[in-house]
């Protein structure tokens, strides 16, 4: 039986796009789109059985029509080639008020054949081209919701710590009650969207909606699952392989804190009878983050050409990638960069931005040192020793000074 199972696909990050005048769309739009277009196309020739989708379809609670029309489009590719697809309700797929809709309710609603969506604790028995297999879904669940259970009275005298902790307590005892229900002789897995303890977290926190919901990793790795499919976490990671407990990470890269993170999805394999299960993660090539950082130095003769070199060197790296460029140099060359030289040299991106970080000397002074009454020469004269200039120098700029000053009509001016 071969599941594919990816989250955190967010359609409608927008960042660092170009705006199409053709479709009125951002071209960040159609990076997302890309990548899932690529696992539609490798679920169907690897005829897989079942798509596992972990919750947060788009960035926002309300996507707009498009957003939602070209979602809805690759779910129906991979619903009408027979695969049955699973969709979690995450944060960013919950409305702001309690009572309004999801933004994949709607698959629900119009009861699409293939398409199963989950927006409370519940176990579907989904029957695949290789048989049944159980979902035990553990939605994005509003802290309110689960608080409302118990006591709201002895509530008000808790701490938001505590609170933490009865939600945590109370999602685990959902996850145990989820495995109670389980049929042992039928393949089954845990589909969720929260944050397990031991988690090294991404971007996702940059757009977070809500509280963070928490669960201990032992809670959540219980063996009555052949594998736990998680998502909100946008890092790719595998927490246990006993059961296997794994976060597929975001599809897409969604900023420069992912820069460095590998983006795709799982093929997971797990044989029916003795319910072993195989996992491979699945790259997906998305667009590249790349962040060049550069120190220039006070004795550059041409700044400017020195940055243009290094961008040259790197242009296979730099083109169609979003790049952030940036630069430390001191205040004395500030002046010498050509911005529109600079600019130019990176016209291969798919997106740039530069910044620069300038640099100023500060000036040095003997400490305790009166520089009240000191005339101009003598003030010279302390500053090149503060320099530490040799002493013929010394010798030729003070003359110098003194032929400066002596032009001067006041020649009884003090500092």
Do not use: C
Request: aromatic content about 6%.
């Amino acid at each position: 039986m071969k599941i594919l199972h990816f989250a955190d696909l967010h359609i409608g990050v927008e960042n660092y796009g170009r705006f199409d005048s053709a479709t009125g769309l951002s071209s960040r739009l159609a990076d997302f789109l890309t990548a899932f277009d690529r696992l539609v196309a490798y679920a169907i020739d690897k005829k897989v059985d079942l798509v596992v989708f972990s919750g947060d379809a788009y960035k926002s609670r309300d996507p707009s029509q498009t957003q939602q029309r070209e979602f809805a489009r690759r779910v129906s590719t991979l619903a009408s080639s027979g695969i049955q697809v699973f969709l979690l309700v995450g944060n960013h797929d919950q409305p702001n008020a309690a009572g309004r809709a999801t933004t994949t309710e709607i698959f629900d609603t119009l009861d699409i054949a293939n398409v199963h969506v989950s927006g409370k604790a519940e176990v579907h028995l989904i029957n695949t081209r290789n048989g049944p297999i159980q979902i035990a879904s553990l939605p994005w669940l509003r802290r309110s919701s689960v608080l409302s259970v118990s006591n709201q009275k002895e509530e008000k005298n808790l701490s938001i710590e505590e609170l933490n902790q009865r939600v945590e307590s109370y999602l685990a005892g959902i996850i145990e009650n989820l495995a109670g229900q389980l049929d042992k002789n039928i393949p089954s897995i845990l589909s969720a969207h929260l944050s397990v303890n031991t988690a090294k977290v991404g971007s996702e926190r940059n757009i977070s909606i809500g509280y963070e919901p928490t669960v201990m990793l032992s809670n959540i790795a219980n063996p009555a699952f052949d594998y736990v499919a998680l998502g909100h976490i946008h890092k790719q990671q595998v927490l246990s392989s006993a059961p296997p407990v794994i976060y597929p990470g975001s599809l897409e890269r969604l900023d420069f804190g992912e820069e460095k993170d590998d983006k795709g999805f799982y093929l997971v394999e797990i044989d029916p009878l003795s319910h072993k299960t195989d996992f491979e993660f699945i790259k997906l090539e998305g667009r590249r983050f790349l962040t060049i950082e550069l120190n220039l130095n006070a004795d550059s003769l041409d700044p400017t050409l020195e940055v243009i070199n290094i961008l040259q060197a790197r242009q296979q790296d730099i083109k169609d990638a979003i790049v952030r460029l940036k630069l430390e140099l001191p205040a004395e060359i500030g002046g010498q960069l050509r911005d529109s030289d600079i600019r130019e040299a990176l016209r291969e991106a798919h997106n740039f931005t530069i910044s620069k970080n300038v640099i100023r000397l500060t000036r040095q002074r003997a400490d305790g040192f009166k520089v009240e009454g000191l005339d101009p020469i003598q003030a010279l004269e302390h500053y090149l020793e503060i320099k530490q200039t040799s002493a013929q120098e010394k010798k030729t700029l003070l003359e110098y000074g003194r032929r400066l000053y002596s032009t001067l009509d006041n020649k009884q001016t003090k500092i």
